[in-house]
């Protein structure tokens, strides 16, 4: 039976655009400024001049089409507060997936957010404080990362496979999935083993090089295990800064994955350096250059993005009975993915925003 719109229901007409489920981001930092120095402009800033510019990212990353992200490290809980805001409809914004403070190690990889645990015990508690203060997922530091100073080397493991099983066994108790940092290969391989639902980076770093693990990655593959390489926007210069032999390693390695079944989705990292929150179509053109199909890249940043966080009965697809998470553009990103750059129309939650929402609601 065809469906009758009320009277009073405002019409908008795009003849020569397409609509699509809004975009999600599945890797994002709220709190740092993408900066040359975000570590340092956060500890600055108090929580009140925080929360405002974590209001400002998110609605840059609304304009662009991402109605949904997830934000994988903060302090004090303020992605919670921020989240609550938007839902409640008190500011506009993508709907946000908050991590809260990420577990590390003392002086580990991002201990500055504030999530320092030593031993099983202190694992577990906190995991337990982030569940009570409203987390929706939990993040554990499983190597360390370029962003801290002084702390363990990107490729090293931060965590035993033990005790990850602990991160992961708490946050089962608590219903939330658990999301890895993982750059190095023996991380990745705990975490792999510990059950974690996502992996962050994966980029399979060894000390002086890279090396992906077959039979890791096999075990991704079976246990349904979703990879998020969080690459920004500035993909194309990394082989400016560390030659291009290693940029084609690196590359190289998400397309093995891709080719081995891997089940990518899109993130950006957003927040660190250089990687801004209105990025987000950038960092989908090097999918297109390593050769994936442009319907997958888009289900990477849509329906496959929904499952990897667990919402795909709620929103990343064009259904009945979804979230109003949609996005207008003109042309067909099918055929041209630059025509994601061209927004007529972002509606989150059925709200909606931006320029076209201002000429044409």
Known sequence: MEQVAPDGVRRVSFPEGTVLPGLI????????????????????????SLLLGMAGRAQQALAVGVTTVRDLGDRGGLSVRLRDAIAAGLLAGPRILAATAPLTPPGGHCWFLGGEVSGEEAI??????NASIGA???????TGGGLTKGGAATWQSQFTTEELHAVVAEARRAGLPVAAHAHGVDGIAAAVAAGVDTIEHCTWMVEGGFELRADVVADIVAKEIHVCPAASHNWRRFAEYFGAERAEQLFGQVRRMAEQGVRLVAG?????????????VGSLELYEHLG??????????????ARALGIDTQT????????AD?????????????????VRLVMAGGRPYGNGAASSW
């Open 25 to 48: 981001n599945c890797h994002v930092h709220l709190a740092f400024d993408a900066g040359p120095d975000p570590v340092t402009s956060l500890r600055e800033a108090d929580d009140t």
């Open 136 to 142: 929706d997922v939990i993040k554990v530091m499983a």
């Open 124 to 129: 577990r508690d906190r995991v337990r404080h």
């Open 326 to 342: 949609l996005l207008i553009v003109d042309g067909d990103p099918l055929r041209d993915l630059s025509a994601l750059h061209a």
């Open 316 to 323: 990343g697809q064009l259904t009945a009975g979804y979230r």
């Open 268 to 280: 950006t990292d957003a927040g660190v350096p250089g990687s801004v929150f209105d990025g987000f």
């Open 292 to 305: 994936l199909s442009l319907d997958r890249i888009i289900d990477m940043a849509t329906i496959d993005a």
